[in-house]
């Protein structure tokens, strides 16, 4: 049985972890390598996970591959943690994984802004209300990574039947400030920028953060989020100053390496779940794993057991 509204809207002040997709050597699904990095960040205290996003490489797979992975992910999560199902693409598609993910048993969907070049605000409107509907009621989080469709439409957004949330990854905490000034009261706003750009956000007014760090070492961002919970700034800083670096990592490339970092990481540290799809970068150059290599050894997490 989904969560109510309100339970998933409480869990987006915390975590939302964007889990991994994994393949195998064929490139095909390998769905069972997910479940001890969900475990793990589970019992680290990571409130929310998330299926089919960005880190999940979600532009890199099939409808039905998505379809795959929202199922599997929801038999893995086992209802411990809300789960969050990424929908989006061709509206013909998004609404289809928006079924899907109801029939999975997703807590909510997380609706991608089109990339598309061609997009006019009043139509993102019409397509997030088509999901909402496809959805069956299900909660939506927003996640918006372009402010530039305007605080009128973002308003309007949030003011579609079903929206509970935002998921906020635009560089931009004044105008995050506006937006949460002009959206409708009991709208989540939650920082979409992961660690890094937490404590900018959280100034202005967004509690939680997006994190894919917690694929592979989520007691660390659960440390960051309990600083950040209880306003001490220096702490949160100097946790996040600990994995600046990999961070930096993981935007070299025109942010390309985003997702290979991650996934070349759970491999030194026993949890392999293969390869990165074009066009995300791989594998990593041997500067980059030589240095990822280095993080890893500092961290202490170098081939931990399954």
Sequence with gaps: MPRSSDAVRAALSGISGILVTPFDAQDRLAPARLKPVADRAIAAGVQVLVTNGNTSEFYALTTAEAETMVHAAAEQVGGRVPLLAGVGRALPDALALARASAKAGADALMVHQPPDPFVAPRAVVEYVARIGE????LPIVLYLRNDAIGLDAIEAL?????VIGVKWASQTPMRLAAAIRRA??????VAGL????APPLYAVGARGFTSGLINVWPSHS???HRALDKGDYAAAMALIGTMSAFEELRAEEGNGTNVSVVKAALALSGHDCGHVRAPGAWPLSKAQGEKLAKLLAAWNLEKLAA
């Design 194 to 197: 992961a660690e890094t750009w």
């Design 184 to 189: 409708p009261a009991g709208i989540a706003w």
């Design 158 to 162: 949030c003011r579609v039947p079903g």
């Design 222 to 224: 659960v440390a960051i």
């Design 134 to 137: 496809a959805g069956g009621g």
